[in-house]
């Protein structure tokens, strides 16, 4: 269980915001259809992000906890099994063939096995998912820092933001997962590419092999069944362009705690 504790006059304000643009995403379907409103939506979302980036600083960490913090259940939420065959194939071998393909605007385009991610300096953090339905679970993550990677890689002048493409889909035949960040996000200390959850090795449940943790956002952008990431100057050319699955629903891109 998530340890009781009294919100502080800075975290009250950006949870007043949160649920403010969660009652905004979750109301009227007419009206959230008009171009009038999405146009209120768009502005809201900035003056959310300028608001949240202004009250905290841009290297904050995300609260850590102690394992005996841990969740007992972490929830498998949205999809807990891909389908698709090129996963299913990976899966049955444990993803030995696995390989996390990093390009777009990158200077040396690479790939890396999961071995080869494993082989890499870590970081373990113990941090509380926040998903935007409303549920919360404390867990444990390992893996390698997205920093690291593009330095090894090197990002290229024009890259702005990181996508991480998946191997899911959340209806049969239908679009597969993405999202995305800025690079202030990809490049900070908590965001990981985890391999591990609770000391074992990622369940496919919970988005093995690889699991985006980006620890200041809510929960959607947590993507799992990572496939492969690319470095872009805008993201209007991928998917319905807005910047991830859920996004491109309705959803706000950037979706700080």
Not at 68 to 85: I, K, L
Not at 113 to 124: H, N
Not at 165 to 177: P, T
Not at 213 to 219: A, H, I, M
């Amino acid at each position: 269980m998530t340890p009781s504790r009294r919100l502080s006059r800075r975290q009250f304000g950006t949870r007043g915001l949160q649920l403010l643009g969660v009652s905004l995403l979750t109301g009227c379907d007419a009206l959230s259809q008009s171009s009038w409103f999405a146009g209120v939506l768009e502005r809201a979302e900035g003056l959310t992000r300028a608001v949240q980036r202004a009250i905290t600083p841009r290297l904050a960490l995300a609260r850590e906890f102690a394992e005996a913090d841990r969740s007992r259940v972490f929830p498998g939420n949205g999809t807990v099994d891909p389908s698709e065959p090129d996963y299913q194939a990976l899966a049955s071998t444990r993803f030995s063939a696995y390989r996390l393909e990093i390009g777009g605007l990158v200077e040396r385009p690479a790939s890396f096995s999961l071995a080869e991610l494993r082989s890499l300096p870590s970081r373990t953090q113990i941090t509380r998912h926040d998903c935007v339905e409303g549920w919360s679970a404390i867990a444990k993550w390992k893996g390698v820092r997205l920093a690291a990677l593009l330095e090894r890689v090197g990002v290229k002048p024009g890259a702005r933001y990181v996508v991480v493409h998946c191997f899911d889909a959340l209806r049969e035949g239908g679009e597969k997962y993405y999202e995305s960040l800025d690079l202030e996000d990809a490049l900070h200390e908590q965001t990981i590419l985890a391999y591990d959850m609770n000391d074992q090795a990622l369940p496919v449940t919970n988005g093995a092999p690889l699991r985006l943790r980006v620890e200041r956002q809510l929960g959607y952008k947590a993507a799992k069944y990572v496939r492969r990431v690319e470095l872009v100057e805008r993201l209007d050319g991928i998917g319905q362009g807005k910047g991830g699955y859920w996004e491109d629903r309705g959803y706000e891109w950037y979706a700080g705690i």
